[in-house]
């Protein structure tokens, strides 16, 4: 086992692992960095290949960590090893487990996606709240949902807490972030997808509406809900019947309520 030693902050892989903790050069760099034992060894197992790990002193004494980062050396990804302290630095995480990675951003082709699969999709309208995205994410890809389009606005799926929340979904379901000229979804339309929107105005009860795919079901962010432009392509506005003294649900239950209910509606 071949691991190359870091002590330093001011090291060009612990520069480039913080700089990472910003979007933009996440998008610059088209790389994102993955913590804990169970995130690295699930994107492994979904035959993702990282750029570099490093791990932490104290993870190299437990049990199972041989077993993980023998499988990255064979896939001739290179290691590093640093201190419990830099490795507090370097994670986002409180208490680090003390393996992190550093991935590279999968790349999907909006058009193929389409003409690949005719099932049922997610819009996701300038959603906010990374802990929000993520469960979203994680809702979705549990669901049966075919993919996810992030209008321009919403929040990165590849932040460190979105990423948390989603528990490895993006592993999985392709999330495509689409430009301000995309984010009407008109797209969609053109490609014969029915567009539901959650809207609590003019929404007609969720579980008396007849779905049928190809649907894309649009969550509007947690403040103002769905965009105008992209409400008024809304086919079918939909809404969950509050009975309490609330006046709606956060966006990530609203949105996995409605999700679960149309997957079952459409199998």
């Given at each position: 086992?071949?691991?190359?030693?870091?002590?330093?902050q001011?090291n060009?892989?612990?520069?480039?692992?913080?700089s990472?903790?910003?979007?933009?050069?996440?998008?610059?760099?088209?790389?994102?960095?993955l913590?804990?034992?169970?995130?690295?060894?699930?994107?492994l197992?979904?035959?993702?290949?990282?750029?570099?790990?490093?791990?932490?002193?104290?993870?190299?004494?437990?049990?199972?960590?041989?077993?993980?980062?023998?499988?990255?050396?064979?896939?001739?990804?290179?290691?590093?090893?640093?201190?419990?302290?830099?490795?507090k630095?370097?994670?986002?995480?409180?208490?680090?487990?003390?393996?992190?990675?550093?991935?590279?951003?999968?790349?999907?082709?909006?058009k193929?996606?389409?003409?690949?699969?005719?099932g049922?999709?997610?819009?996701?309208?300038?959603?906010?709240?990374?802990?929000?995205?993520?469960?979203?994410?994680?809702?979705?890809?549990?669901?049966?949902?075919?993919?996810?389009?992030?209008?321009?606005?919403?929040?990165?799926?590849?932040?460190?807490?979105?990423?948390?929340?989603?528990?490895?979904?993006?592993?999985?379901?392709?999330?495509?972030?689409?430009?301000?000229e995309?984010?009407?979804?008109?797209?969609?339309?053109?490609?014969?997808?029915?567009?539901?929107?959650?809207?609590?105005?003019?929404?007609r009860?969720?579980?008396?509406?007849?779905?049928?795919?190809?649907?894309?079901?649009?969550?509007?962010?947690?403040?103002?809900?769905?965009?105008h432009?992209?409400?008024?392509?809304?086919?079918?506005?939909?809404?969950?019947?509050?009975?309490?003294?609330?006046?709606s649900?956060?966006?990530?239950?609203?949105?996995?309520?409605?999700?679960?209910?149309?997957?079952?509606?459409?199998?």
């Amino acid at each position: 086992m071949s691991l190359q030693t870091i002590t330093s902050q001011s090291n060009s892989v612990s520069k480039q692992i913080l700089s990472l903790q910003q979007r933009k050069n996440r998008k610059d760099t088209g790389l994102f960095v993955l913590e804990g034992v169970r995130g690295v060894k699930d994107a492994l197992d979904a035959g993702w290949t990282p750029d570099l790990f490093v791990v932490s002193d104290h993870f190299l004494k437990q049990g199972d960590s041989e077993h993980t980062i023998t499988n990255m050396i064979q896939l001739n990804v290179s290691g590093y090893q640093v201190p419990d302290g830099l490795m507090k630095k370097l994670a986002e995480t409180e208490t680090p487990q003390g393996l992190l990675a550093v991935f590279p951003q999968p790349v999907h082709e909006v058009k193929a996606l389409l003409q690949k699969d005719k099932g049922l999709w997610l819009v996701l309208d300038r959603i906010q709240d990374p802990g929000n995205l993520g469960t979203l994410i994680r809702s979705a890809e549990a669901s049966g949902v075919s993919g996810i389009f992030l209008t321009k606005g919403s929040t990165d799926p590849f932040n460190g807490k979105a990423l948390r929340a989603a528990t490895g979904a993006v592993l999985h379901l392709p999330v495509i972030e689409l430009s301000t000229e995309e984010s009407d979804c008109q797209f969609l339309i053109d490609a014969g997808v029915h567009l539901v929107g959650a809207a609590l105005e003019q929404g007609r009860i969720y579980s008396e509406i007849a779905y049928q795919l190809p649907l894309a079901l649009v969550i509007g962010n947690e403040a103002n809900g769905i965009d105008h432009t992209l409400l008024h392509k809304v086919e079918t506005r939909v809404a969950i019947p509050m009975r309490g003294q609330l006046q709606s649900l956060n966006a990530a239950i609203a949105g996995s309520i409605l999700l679960f209910h149309i997957a079952e509606a459409v199998r």
